[in-house]
């Protein structure tokens, strides 16, 4: 949809969405890898996708999440892809020519 967002996350890993005017228009809460070892992960890295419709983040703990976002705010967040890691993600790419592909390192 080419919308212009933000997206910006806090410590208790809550990645709040912002409109072109900003206002923030919704909010969700990340998940950790495993979900024994609780919220003790940070969000390092996000990236939208060309069109806006899914969000990339990696995370300090081993894991990059895309989320899908729906077509309207308020929709159920779900994730679509998860990548588990070796190493720490400093940097996420969405290429606009590969609207399928994210690359991180």
Not at 65 to 79: A, F, M, R
Not at 80 to 95: A, D, Q, S
Request: aromatic residues 10%.
């Amino acid at each position: 949809n080419n919308a212009k967002l933000a997206a910006v996350t806090s410590n208790d890993n809550l990645v709040s969405l912002y409109d072109d005017a900003g206002v923030r228009q919704d909010k969700f809460t990340t998940r950790p890898l495993e979900a024994k070892t609780g919220k003790n992960f940070s969000v390092k890295a996000m990236a939208f996708s060309p069109e806006s419709s899914k969000l990339a983040l990696a995370q300090s703990d081993g894991i990059v999440y895309v989320y899908k976002l729906g077509l309207k705010w308020g929709e159920k967040k779900t994730i679509c892809n998860k990548f588990p890691i070796n190493g720490p993600v400093t940097t996420l790419v969405w290429p606009s020519s590969h609207q399928n592909d994210v690359v991180f390192g």
